[in-house]
């Protein structure tokens, strides 16, 4: 069987894409290939374009709607037959047509243990929050934001001397382990969108914990 194409979307440094790509190419359960970025210089862009992936451009600025783009995207990745989609550090909304047309094949990291701390200034928010343990969800798409169905998450301690920063590095080292096993079981299709849930064949989700 050919594996599933995969396509990354991102906006900026690419780590996670990196991440997926050393541990696709090793274990070949689907084929990065496509990395498309909304910012023209996204340094996993040079990042995709040096491992031998098409890096495409979209950037979104010259777009006059939010619909404009993702139409635009969507026949990016239909063109080039993607079967699967990840969102890796990817700071744009979808809209609600595009998350339908991509519905199961769609998903998104988000460094918290959702549903604590959605949207942005997540690792603020989890300090502020005075939350012990934070961690990593990847989770299907849907159109509402950062809440679809989780496929996995990693926990990591927060240290009384946290800044978002040193809490951010930590949460980071996790998603790069967590996102290549979360993606390989939507590709080996363990795990589907089964109306608002996600169902799993076998061994159900994906949960790692980590020390410090
Ligand atoms: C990650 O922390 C991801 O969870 C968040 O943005 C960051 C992207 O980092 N949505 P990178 O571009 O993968 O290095």
Redesign the pocket.
Known sequence: MTPPRVAIL??????????LIEDAEAERYCEIALVISNRPN???LALAAGRGIEALTLDHKTFATREAFDAALDAALRARKIDVVA?????RILSGGFVARWLGRLI????SLLPAFPGVK?HEQALAAKVKVSG?TIHFVVPELDSGPIIGQASVPVHPHDTPETL?AR??EA??KLYPLCLRMVCEKRVRLESSRAAFAANGPVILGFGD
Do not use: D, T, Y
Request: no cysteine; net charge neutral.
């Open positions: 991102i906006s900026g440094r690419g780590s996670n894409l990196a991440a996204a340094p996993g969102l890796a550090g990817f700071m998104n990291i988000h460094p997540v990593a951010a949460v980071l998603e790069h």
